[in-house]
């Protein structure tokens, strides 16, 4: 089972990024797929998520209307765009498979936001 994050990277206050998450060694359309971020002295939060059948979503409050989570089942992956980046948004992003008592993670990728 692997989960490999990419897109992180270092951008100005009010840009954007996406991140992808590529998944492997499992039925990924099954799992329920989560992105969650954890910065520096704080714990890992969820960001936002998307359910594996319906396909719903739901957003922390603090990225409503920034960000996106969008799911590909033909690829396998992830994906979360986001918009009008804050410095607070700084942090590692991990990104997450769940389906009953299976829970993966990916090594995370590098968000900073900073002029």
């Known amino acids: 089972v692997q989960l490999v994050e990419s897109g992180g990277g270092l951008v100005q206050p009010g840009g954007s990024l996406r991140l992808s998450c590529a998944a492997s060694g499992f039925t990924f359309s099954r799992y329920d797929m989560r992105w969650y971020h954890q910065a520096p002295g704080k714990e890992r939060e969820l960001v936002a998520g998307?359910?594996?059948?319906?396909?719903?979503?739901n957003y922390a409050d603090f990225v409503k209307g920034r960000f996106t989570i969008s799911r590909d089942n033909a690829k396998n992956t992830v994906y979360l765009q986001m918009n009008n980046l804050k410095p607070e948004d700084t942090a590692v992003y991990y990104c997450?498979?769940?389906?009953?008592?299976?829970?993966?993670w990916g090594q995370g990728t590098q968000v900073t936001v900073s002029a």
């Open positions: 998307i359910a594996s059948a319906s396909g719903s979503t």
């Open positions: 997450n498979a769940k389906y009953h008592f299976l829970d993966y």
